[in-house]
């Protein structure tokens, strides 16, 4: 059985720093890419981040591109979502998602996973 687990959401002043943590179980985790999607109250999932299975390739969301990383660890089996200088439109339900495939994509649609979410809030 497939399982992504995020972590290290949480309420942060504008132009703080969280590090998410997507932790897949249940998959050969050297062989998916991943990726980072968010989705705000009412509005449609929007893509953030995602990295290819080698960690080699990675794609981000042109809103966020100059604040957040997003990197890997295969040997702990964990995705990493690193932001900084976060805003309050960053306010969100952030959920990590793995697609069986080494490549990284930026479409919903290619992904297979999901997690739960773990929600972060930007506000003073």
């Known amino acids: 059985q497939v399982q992504l687990v995020e972590s290290g959401g949480g309420l942060v002043q504008p132009g703080g720093s969280l590090r998410l943590s997507c932790a897949p179980s249940?998959?050969?985790?050297?062989?998916?890419?991943t990726g980072w999607f968010r989705q705000a109250p009412g509005k449609e999932r929007q893509f953030v981040a995602a990295?290819?299975?080698?960690?080699?390739?990675?794609i981000l969301a042109e809103s966020v591109k100059d604040r957040f990383t997003i990197s890997r660890d295969n040997t702990k089996k964990l995705v990493y979502l690193q932001m900084n200088s976060l805003k309050p439109d960053d306010t969100a339900v952030y959920y990590c998602?793995?697609?069986?495939?080494?490549?990284?994509?930026?479409?919903?649609?290619?992904?297979?996973?999901w997690g739960q979410g773990t929600q972060v809030t930007v506000s003073s």
């Open positions: 998602a793995t697609r069986g495939e080494p490549l990284a994509t930026a479409r919903p649609s290619d992904y297979l996973y």
């Open positions: 249940g998959i050969i985790f050297s062989l998916n890419s």
């Open positions: 990295i290819s299975s080698s960690g080699m390739g990675t």
